[in-house]
Protein backbone atom coordinates (compact mmCIF):
# COMPACT_ATOMS: atom_id res chain seq x y z
CA UNK A 1 0.00 0.00 0.00
CA UNK A 2 2.59 2.32 1.10
CA UNK A 3 4.32 1.76 -2.26
CA UNK A 4 1.63 2.50 -4.14
CA UNK A 5 0.80 5.96 -2.28
CA UNK A 6 4.50 6.72 -3.26
CA UNK A 7 4.13 6.19 -6.50
CA UNK A 8 0.41 7.83 -6.98
CA UNK A 9 2.58 10.67 -5.15
CA UNK A 10 4.90 10.81 -7.49
CA UNK A 11 2.72 10.82 -10.43
CA UNK A 12 0.47 13.81 -8.60
CA UNK A 13 3.94 15.83 -8.63
CA UNK A 14 4.63 15.38 -11.54
CA UNK A 15 0.70 16.01 -13.34
CA UNK A 16 0.99 19.74 -10.65
CA UNK A 17 4.36 20.14 -12.77
CA UNK A 18 2.51 19.79 -16.53
CA UNK A 19 -0.51 22.10 -14.95
CA UNK A 20 1.50 25.00 -14.09
CA UNK A 21 3.94 24.90 -16.96
CA UNK A 22 4.20 28.19 -19.18
CA UNK A 23 5.77 29.25 -22.78
CA UNK A 24 7.26 32.26 -20.53
CA UNK A 25 10.38 31.41 -19.02
CA UNK A 26 12.71 32.71 -16.43
CA UNK A 27 16.31 32.27 -15.67
CA UNK A 28 17.55 28.35 -14.83
CA UNK A 29 19.16 29.62 -12.13
CA UNK A 30 15.95 29.79 -10.15
CA UNK A 31 16.15 25.86 -9.70
CA UNK A 32 19.45 27.58 -7.14
CA UNK A 33 16.59 29.00 -5.32
CA UNK A 34 14.09 26.62 -5.16
CA UNK A 35 16.83 23.81 -4.17
CA UNK A 36 18.14 26.02 -1.47
CA UNK A 37 14.37 27.15 -0.43
CA UNK A 38 13.32 23.03 -0.64
CA UNK A 39 16.37 22.19 1.27
CA UNK A 40 16.22 24.63 4.66
CA UNK A 41 12.29 23.91 4.64
CA UNK A 42 12.69 20.19 4.82
CA UNK A 43 15.65 18.46 6.25
CA UNK A 44 19.39 18.56 5.15
CA UNK A 45 20.63 16.51 2.45
CA UNK A 46 22.71 14.09 4.87
CA UNK A 47 19.42 13.15 6.56
CA UNK A 48 17.64 12.12 3.59
CA UNK A 49 20.01 10.22 2.80
CA UNK A 50 21.06 8.68 6.14
CA UNK A 51 24.19 9.84 6.46
CA UNK A 52 23.48 11.84 9.31
CA UNK A 53 20.84 11.54 12.70
CA UNK A 54 17.01 11.96 11.69
CA UNK A 55 16.53 12.51 15.68
CA UNK A 56 15.24 15.87 15.33
CA UNK A 57 17.64 17.76 18.01
CA UNK A 58 20.83 18.93 16.86
CA UNK A 59 23.53 18.49 19.56
CA UNK A 60 25.05 21.92 20.52
CA UNK A 61 28.40 20.54 21.02
CA UNK A 62 27.95 19.43 17.12
CA UNK A 63 30.52 22.63 15.89
CA UNK A 64 31.44 21.49 12.56
CA UNK A 65 28.25 19.66 11.17
CA UNK A 66 27.92 17.50 8.20
CA UNK A 67 30.73 17.79 5.05
CA UNK A 68 28.13 16.77 2.96
CA UNK A 69 25.47 19.28 3.63
CA UNK A 70 28.86 22.30 3.95
CA UNK A 71 29.48 20.93 0.59
CA UNK A 72 26.17 20.95 -1.17
CA UNK A 73 25.14 24.63 0.32
CA UNK A 74 28.74 25.74 -0.42
CA UNK A 75 28.51 25.05 -4.13
CA UNK A 76 24.87 26.20 -4.13
CA UNK A 77 26.30 29.76 -3.22
CA UNK A 78 29.15 29.44 -5.58
CA UNK A 79 27.14 29.16 -8.38
CA UNK A 80 24.56 31.76 -6.80
CA UNK A 81 27.41 34.63 -6.51
CA UNK A 82 28.58 33.47 -10.13
CA UNK A 83 24.98 34.59 -11.63
CA UNK A 84 25.11 37.74 -9.28
CA UNK A 85 28.70 38.18 -11.13
CA UNK A 86 27.09 37.74 -14.57
CA UNK A 87 24.34 39.71 -13.49
CA UNK A 88 26.72 42.94 -12.20
CA UNK A 89 24.31 45.91 -13.45
CA UNK A 90 21.34 44.56 -11.44
CA UNK A 91 23.43 43.15 -8.41
CA UNK A 92 25.16 46.61 -7.86
CA UNK A 93 21.67 47.97 -8.01
CA UNK A 94 20.23 46.35 -5.30
CA UNK A 95 23.64 46.84 -2.90
CA UNK A 96 22.95 50.29 -3.08
CA UNK A 97 19.50 50.17 -1.16
CA UNK A 98 20.80 47.40 0.95
CA UNK A 99 22.36 49.53 3.82
CA UNK A 100 20.64 48.11 6.64
CA UNK A 101 21.41 44.65 5.59
CA UNK A 102 25.52 45.42 4.97
CA UNK A 103 25.53 46.81 8.19
CA UNK A 104 23.94 43.80 10.00
CA UNK A 105 26.11 41.46 7.97
CA UNK A 106 29.22 43.54 8.83
CA UNK A 107 28.79 43.71 12.31
CA UNK A 108 28.17 39.51 12.54
CA UNK A 109 31.72 38.82 10.72
CA UNK A 110 33.24 41.47 13.03
CA UNK A 111 31.37 39.61 16.20
CA UNK A 112 32.97 36.11 14.84
CA UNK A 113 36.70 37.53 16.02
CA UNK A 114 35.52 37.71 19.69
CA UNK A 115 33.44 34.27 19.56
CA UNK A 116 34.75 30.91 20.90
CA UNK A 117 34.87 29.01 18.37
CA UNK A 118 35.69 31.51 15.48
CA UNK A 119 35.78 28.80 12.64
CA UNK A 120 32.53 27.21 12.45
CA UNK A 121 30.95 31.08 13.45
CA UNK A 122 33.08 32.13 10.02
CA UNK A 123 31.36 28.94 8.25
CA UNK A 124 27.84 29.60 9.59
CA UNK A 125 28.17 33.52 8.87
CA UNK A 126 29.26 32.29 5.17
CA UNK A 127 26.01 30.10 4.92
CA UNK A 128 23.71 33.12 6.63
CA UNK A 129 25.38 35.82 3.95
CA UNK A 130 24.08 32.66 1.12
CA UNK A 131 20.68 33.77 2.14
CA UNK A 132 20.98 37.01 0.78
CA UNK A 133 22.82 35.15 -2.38
CA UNK A 134 19.71 33.29 -2.63
CA UNK A 135 17.63 36.23 -2.52
CA UNK A 136 19.32 38.57 -4.68
CA UNK A 137 19.30 35.58 -7.17
CA UNK A 138 15.69 35.67 -7.41
CA UNK A 139 15.27 39.73 -7.72
CA UNK A 140 17.75 40.31 -10.32
CA UNK A 141 15.84 37.54 -12.37
CA UNK A 142 14.46 39.64 -15.94
CA UNK A 143 11.21 38.74 -14.86
CA UNK A 144 11.42 39.28 -10.78
CA UNK A 145 8.07 38.66 -10.42
CA UNK A 146 7.48 35.85 -12.83
CA UNK A 147 10.58 34.21 -10.69
CA UNK A 148 8.56 34.66 -7.29
CA UNK A 149 5.37 32.81 -8.27
CA UNK A 150 6.97 29.94 -9.44
CA UNK A 151 9.60 29.63 -6.41
CA UNK A 152 6.49 29.48 -4.35
CA UNK A 153 4.60 26.92 -7.08
CA UNK A 154 7.64 24.51 -7.47
CA UNK A 155 8.81 24.39 -3.79
CA UNK A 156 5.08 23.54 -2.97
CA UNK A 157 4.93 20.60 -5.56
CA UNK A 158 8.21 19.32 -4.20
CA UNK A 159 7.37 19.48 -0.86
CA UNK A 160 3.88 19.36 -0.13
CA UNK A 161 2.83 16.22 -2.08
CA UNK A 162 5.61 13.95 -0.05
CA UNK A 163 4.86 15.54 3.64
CA UNK A 164 1.53 14.07 2.89
CA UNK A 165 2.64 10.90 1.91
CA UNK A 166 5.31 10.64 4.72
CA UNK A 167 2.77 11.75 7.38
CA UNK A 168 -0.04 9.07 6.03
CA UNK A 169 2.63 5.66 4.82
CA UNK A 170 5.42 6.30 6.86
CA UNK A 171 7.00 6.93 10.03
CA UNK A 172 9.54 9.23 9.10
CA UNK A 173 6.90 11.77 8.88
CA UNK A 174 5.84 11.40 12.51
CA UNK A 175 7.69 11.65 15.74
CA UNK A 176 6.66 11.49 19.37
CA UNK A 177 7.66 14.42 21.68
CA UNK A 178 8.89 14.14 25.32
CA UNK A 179 5.00 13.79 26.96
CA UNK A 180 4.53 10.73 24.38
CA UNK A 181 2.46 12.82 22.03
CA UNK A 182 3.10 11.66 18.53
CA UNK A 183 2.58 14.46 15.71
CA UNK A 184 3.10 15.37 12.22
CA UNK A 185 6.24 16.48 10.68
CA UNK A 186 6.28 15.31 7.06
CA UNK A 187 9.54 16.13 4.84
CA UNK A 188 10.70 18.04 8.13
CA UNK A 189 12.62 16.97 11.74
CA UNK A 190 9.81 18.61 14.05
CA UNK A 191 6.33 20.19 13.95
CA UNK A 192 7.53 23.50 14.08
CA UNK A 193 9.57 23.65 11.28
CA UNK A 194 7.12 21.98 9.37
CA UNK A 195 4.43 24.61 9.95
CA UNK A 196 7.09 27.28 9.59
CA UNK A 197 7.81 26.40 5.56
CA UNK A 198 3.91 25.81 5.66
CA UNK A 199 3.37 29.30 6.54
CA UNK A 200 5.84 30.98 3.99
CA UNK A 201 5.21 29.09 1.30
CA UNK A 202 0.90 29.20 1.22
CA UNK A 203 0.96 32.71 1.82
CA UNK A 204 3.15 32.77 -1.45
CA UNK A 205 0.53 30.34 -3.52
CA UNK A 206 -2.67 32.16 -1.70
CA UNK A 207 -0.89 35.76 -3.71
CA UNK A 208 -0.36 33.68 -6.51
CA UNK A 209 -3.98 31.88 -7.07
CA UNK A 210 -5.61 35.55 -5.80
CA UNK A 211 -3.59 36.92 -8.78
CA UNK A 212 -4.96 34.27 -11.23
CA UNK A 213 -8.13 34.61 -10.17
CA UNK A 214 -8.66 37.86 -10.47
CA UNK A 215 -6.73 37.82 -14.08
CA UNK A 216 -9.05 36.62 -16.17
CA UNK A 217 -6.66 36.76 -20.02
CA UNK A 218 -3.85 34.93 -18.27
CA UNK A 219 -3.19 32.38 -20.62
CA UNK A 220 -3.62 28.23 -19.38
CA UNK A 221 -5.46 30.28 -16.56
CA UNK A 222 -8.04 27.73 -15.80
CA UNK A 223 -5.20 24.74 -15.62
CA UNK A 224 -2.86 27.23 -13.57
CA UNK A 225 -5.85 27.63 -11.00
CA UNK A 226 -6.28 24.11 -10.65
CA UNK A 227 -2.43 23.46 -10.09
CA UNK A 228 -2.41 26.37 -7.46
CA UNK A 229 -5.89 25.42 -6.14
CA UNK A 230 -4.74 22.04 -5.26
CA UNK A 231 -1.38 23.08 -3.57
CA UNK A 232 -3.26 26.01 -1.83
CA UNK A 233 -5.56 23.42 0.09
CA UNK A 234 -2.57 20.58 0.17
CA UNK A 235 -0.57 23.52 2.23
CA UNK A 236 -3.87 24.34 4.45
CA UNK A 237 -4.44 20.87 5.40
CA UNK A 238 -0.69 20.29 6.18
CA UNK A 239 -0.82 23.34 8.83
CA UNK A 240 -3.52 21.88 10.41
CA UNK A 241 -1.98 18.41 10.64
CA UNK A 242 1.73 20.18 11.83
CA UNK A 243 -0.56 21.79 14.94
CA UNK A 244 1.78 24.42 15.17
CA UNK A 245 0.16 27.33 16.80
CA UNK A 246 2.47 30.30 15.64
CA UNK A 247 2.73 29.12 12.05
CA UNK A 248 -1.41 28.68 11.83
CA UNK A 249 -1.75 32.31 13.55
CA UNK A 250 1.02 33.78 11.24
CA UNK A 251 -0.38 32.34 8.15
CA UNK A 252 -3.54 33.73 8.87
CA UNK A 253 -1.99 37.08 9.74
CA UNK A 254 0.10 37.17 6.97
CA UNK A 255 -2.69 36.18 4.56
CA UNK A 256 -4.81 39.45 6.09
CA UNK A 257 -1.91 41.75 5.80
CA UNK A 258 -1.29 40.48 1.68
CA UNK A 259 -4.82 41.19 1.26
CA UNK A 260 -5.42 44.56 2.52
CA UNK A 261 -4.12 46.70 0.63
CA UNK A 262 -6.51 45.93 -2.55
CA UNK A 263 -8.90 46.86 -0.16
CA UNK A 264 -10.85 50.21 -1.35
CA UNK A 265 -9.67 51.98 2.20
CA UNK A 266 -6.23 51.47 1.08
CA UNK A 267 -6.98 52.06 -2.68
CA UNK A 268 -8.11 55.23 -2.23
CA UNK A 269 -4.75 56.34 -0.48
CA UNK A 270 -2.11 53.75 -0.53
CA UNK A 271 -0.76 55.94 2.48
CA UNK A 272 -3.00 54.54 4.66
CA UNK A 273 -0.59 50.91 5.03
CA UNK A 274 1.28 52.35 7.41
CA UNK A 275 -1.38 51.71 9.77
CA UNK A 276 -1.41 48.30 9.49
CA UNK A 277 2.02 47.38 11.46
CA UNK A 278 1.28 49.50 14.44
CA UNK A 279 -2.29 48.21 13.99
CA UNK A 280 -0.87 44.60 14.94
CA UNK A 281 1.46 45.34 17.56
CA UNK A 282 -1.19 47.97 19.32
CA UNK A 283 -3.59 44.61 19.35
CA UNK A 284 -1.19 42.74 21.15
CA UNK A 285 -0.14 45.24 23.63
CA UNK A 286 -3.66 45.91 24.67
CA UNK A 287 -4.56 42.11 25.07
CA UNK A 288 -1.19 42.67 27.26
CA UNK A 289 -1.94 45.16 29.14
CA UNK A 290 -5.88 44.12 30.23
CA UNK A 291 -3.89 41.22 31.52
CA UNK A 292 -5.16 38.99 28.86
CA UNK A 293 -1.74 37.09 28.14
CA UNK A 294 -3.67 33.60 29.22
CA UNK A 295 -6.55 34.39 26.92
CA UNK A 296 -4.26 35.16 23.96
CA UNK A 297 -1.82 32.45 24.62
CA UNK A 298 -4.74 29.79 25.13
CA UNK A 299 -6.16 30.84 21.48
CA UNK A 300 -3.08 29.87 20.22
CA UNK A 301 -3.10 26.67 21.67
CA UNK A 302 -0.16 27.35 24.75
CA UNK A 303 -0.70 28.20 27.76
CA UNK A 304 -0.20 31.02 29.42
CA UNK A 305 3.61 30.82 29.60
CA UNK A 306 4.17 29.72 25.96
CA UNK A 307 4.24 26.08 27.14
CA UNK A 308 7.40 27.02 28.66
CA UNK A 309 8.96 29.54 26.40
CA UNK A 310 9.15 31.99 29.77
CA UNK A 311 10.95 29.67 31.87
CA UNK A 312 13.88 29.34 28.68
CA UNK A 313 13.68 32.98 28.52
CA UNK A 314 14.38 33.86 32.03
CA UNK A 315 17.09 30.99 32.58
CA UNK A 316 19.22 32.27 29.69
CA UNK A 317 19.18 36.45 30.96
CA UNK A 318 22.14 35.45 33.69
CA UNK A 319 23.78 33.02 30.95
CA UNK A 320 25.07 35.97 29.16
CA UNK A 321 28.33 37.36 30.05
CA UNK A 322 28.42 40.38 26.93
CA UNK A 323 25.31 42.34 26.71
CA UNK A 324 26.51 44.86 24.94
CA UNK A 325 28.66 42.51 21.72
CA UNK A 326 27.24 39.53 22.14
CA UNK A 327 29.19 35.64 22.79
CA UNK A 328 29.40 35.88 18.51
CA UNK A 329 27.75 35.27 15.54
CA UNK A 330 26.12 31.79 16.38
CA UNK A 331 28.02 31.04 19.01
CA UNK A 332 26.13 30.72 22.26
CA UNK A 333 25.03 27.70 22.26
CA UNK A 334 28.80 26.38 21.60
CA UNK A 335 30.18 28.53 24.61
CA UNK A 336 30.71 28.17 28.11
CA UNK A 337 27.78 30.04 29.00
CA UNK A 338 25.55 27.71 28.09
CA UNK A 339 25.93 25.18 31.10
CA UNK A 340 24.72 28.29 32.97
CA UNK A 341 21.67 28.03 31.20
CA UNK A 342 21.27 24.63 31.26
CA UNK A 343 21.66 24.22 35.23
CA UNK A 344 18.80 27.39 35.87
CA UNK A 345 16.28 25.10 33.90
CA UNK A 346 17.23 22.03 35.72
CA UNK A 347 16.17 23.82 39.05
CA UNK A 348 12.59 24.09 36.99
CA UNK A 349 12.30 20.77 36.45
CA UNK A 350 12.79 20.76 33.09
CA UNK A 351 13.82 17.71 31.72
CA UNK A 352 17.24 16.96 29.43
CA UNK A 353 17.53 20.84 29.42
CA UNK A 354 20.98 20.00 26.69
CA UNK A 355 18.81 19.58 24.17
CA UNK A 356 17.94 22.81 23.45
CA UNK A 357 19.57 24.77 21.33
CA UNK A 358 17.66 27.78 20.36
CA UNK A 359 16.07 30.37 22.56
CA UNK A 360 12.70 30.56 21.09
CA UNK A 361 12.75 34.14 20.72
CA UNK A 362 14.43 35.46 17.70
CA UNK A 363 14.86 38.94 19.40
CA UNK A 364 16.47 36.80 22.62
CA UNK A 365 18.73 34.81 19.88
CA UNK A 366 20.07 37.92 18.66
CA UNK A 367 20.86 39.03 21.89
CA UNK A 368 22.71 35.92 23.23
CA UNK A 369 24.75 36.45 19.84
CA UNK A 370 25.18 39.85 18.86
CA UNK A 371 24.34 41.68 22.04
CA UNK A 372 22.38 45.15 22.40
CA UNK A 373 24.28 46.09 19.08
CA UNK A 374 23.14 43.33 16.94
CA UNK A 375 19.14 43.65 18.25
CA UNK A 376 19.33 47.35 16.99
CA UNK A 377 20.57 46.08 13.71
CA UNK A 378 18.05 43.59 13.44
CA UNK A 379 15.22 46.31 14.33
CA UNK A 380 16.51 49.14 12.12
CA UNK A 381 16.39 46.01 9.09
CA UNK A 382 13.13 45.33 10.04
CA UNK A 383 11.72 49.10 10.44
CA UNK A 384 13.54 49.51 7.47
CA UNK A 385 11.80 46.60 5.82
CA UNK A 386 8.38 47.37 6.80
CA UNK A 387 8.90 51.37 5.63
CA UNK A 388 9.69 50.09 2.38
CA UNK A 389 6.81 47.46 2.29
CA UNK A 390 4.45 50.52 3.07
CA UNK A 391 6.46 52.56 0.01
CA UNK A 392 6.30 49.70 -2.23
CA UNK A 393 2.34 49.08 -1.81
CA UNK A 394 1.85 52.95 -3.44
CA UNK A 395 3.13 51.82 -6.36
CA UNK A 396 2.45 48.41 -6.58
CA UNK A 397 -0.43 47.19 -3.89
CA UNK A 398 0.14 43.27 -4.95
CA UNK A 399 3.70 43.75 -4.55
CA UNK A 400 3.86 45.48 -2.00
CA UNK A 401 1.55 43.99 0.26
CA UNK A 402 3.44 40.19 -0.34
CA UNK A 403 6.23 42.17 1.12
CA UNK A 404 4.72 43.64 4.04
CA UNK A 405 2.96 40.21 5.30
CA UNK A 406 6.68 39.05 5.33
CA UNK A 407 8.31 41.74 6.95
CA UNK A 408 5.33 41.61 10.01
CA UNK A 409 4.93 38.05 10.18
CA UNK A 410 8.57 37.41 10.74
CA UNK A 411 8.40 39.85 13.10
CA UNK A 412 5.42 38.11 15.03
CA UNK A 413 6.91 34.57 14.54
CA UNK A 414 9.93 35.74 15.93
CA UNK A 415 8.51 36.29 19.55
CA UNK A 416 8.03 32.78 20.22
CA UNK A 417 10.22 31.11 17.73
CA UNK A 418 14.38 31.37 16.69
CA UNK A 419 13.36 33.02 13.73
CA UNK A 420 16.52 35.23 12.67
CA UNK A 421 18.63 32.28 12.43
CA UNK A 422 20.72 31.17 10.20
CA UNK A 423 19.48 28.51 7.12
CA UNK A 424 15.60 29.57 8.90
CA UNK A 425 13.06 29.92 6.25
CA UNK A 426 11.43 32.97 7.92
CA UNK A 427 14.99 34.43 8.03
CA UNK A 428 14.91 34.38 4.44
CA UNK A 429 11.71 36.28 3.38
CA UNK A 430 11.78 38.32 6.04
CA UNK A 431 15.57 39.30 3.93
CA UNK A 432 13.82 38.41 0.50
CA UNK A 433 10.96 41.03 1.54
CA UNK A 434 12.97 43.87 3.11
CA UNK A 435 15.54 43.89 0.18
CA UNK A 436 12.38 43.59 -2.72
CA UNK A 437 10.61 46.00 -1.07
CA UNK A 438 13.10 48.70 -1.46
CA UNK A 439 13.38 47.17 -5.26
CA UNK A 440 10.02 47.83 -5.59
CA UNK A 441 10.08 51.47 -4.35
CA UNK A 442 13.35 52.02 -6.32
CA UNK A 443 11.77 50.75 -9.44
CA UNK A 444 13.77 47.93 -10.15
CA UNK A 445 10.40 45.49 -10.64
CA UNK A 446 8.39 45.50 -14.13
CA UNK A 447 4.99 46.50 -13.18
CA UNK A 448 3.35 45.03 -16.74
CA UNK A 449 5.45 41.04 -16.98
CA UNK A 450 5.51 39.97 -20.79
CA UNK A 451 1.91 37.82 -21.53
CA UNK A 452 2.61 34.68 -22.56
CA UNK A 453 1.14 34.73 -25.64
CA UNK A 454 3.37 36.71 -27.31
CA UNK A 455 5.69 36.00 -30.44
CA UNK A 456 9.33 36.02 -30.07
CA UNK A 457 9.69 39.57 -31.93
CA UNK A 458 7.21 41.45 -30.15
CA UNK A 459 8.52 39.69 -27.07
CA UNK A 460 12.12 40.72 -27.73
CA UNK A 461 10.79 44.54 -28.78
CA UNK A 462 9.00 44.89 -25.10
CA UNK A 463 11.80 43.17 -23.25
CA UNK A 464 14.04 45.83 -24.88
CA UNK A 465 12.33 48.98 -24.12
CA UNK A 466 12.05 48.12 -20.50
CA UNK A 467 14.65 50.17 -18.55
CA UNK A 468 15.34 47.55 -15.88
CA UNK A 469 16.39 44.74 -18.23
CA UNK A 470 19.43 44.25 -19.47
CA UNK A 471 19.42 40.21 -19.49
CA UNK A 472 18.42 39.45 -23.61
CA UNK A 473 19.09 35.46 -22.49
CA UNK A 474 16.34 34.43 -20.00
CA UNK A 475 16.59 30.96 -21.26
CA UNK A 476 20.79 30.86 -19.71
CA UNK A 477 21.28 30.13 -16.82
CA UNK A 478 22.01 33.68 -15.92
Known amino acids: MALVAFILCIAGMAILFHLDRDSVKTSKALWIVIVWVALIGSRPV ?42 SKKTGRYLTVMTPIILYFGYCLLSVFWSPVPVPSLKRWIKDVGDVVIVLVVLTDARPVLALRRLFTKVAILLFPLSIYLIRYSDTGRAWDNDGNLYSVGVTTNKNSLGLILFVVTIGLLWNFRWLWGNRGEANRRR ?35 LAPRLRFFKRRPSRAYILGPAVFIFGGLAIFFNATGNV ?13 TDIWTSLFPAVTRPITGTGFDSFWNSPNVLIFQQNLERLGFYRPERLNEAHNGYIEVYLNLGWIGVGLVFLLLLVGYSMSCKAIQRDPELGGLFLAYVITGMIYSITEAGFRTLSPNWLFVLLAAIGASGAHAGFFVNHPIKPRASRSAESFLVSIQPKLEEADTNSIY
Not at 238 to 250: D, I, P, Q, R, W
Open 46 to 87: SMWFGLSSDSGYAAASDLEGSPFDAAVFGLLILVGVSVLIAR
Open 224 to 258: KLIAQGILLCSGLLLLVMAHSSTSVACFLLGSALM
Open 297 to 309: AGALGRDSTFTGR
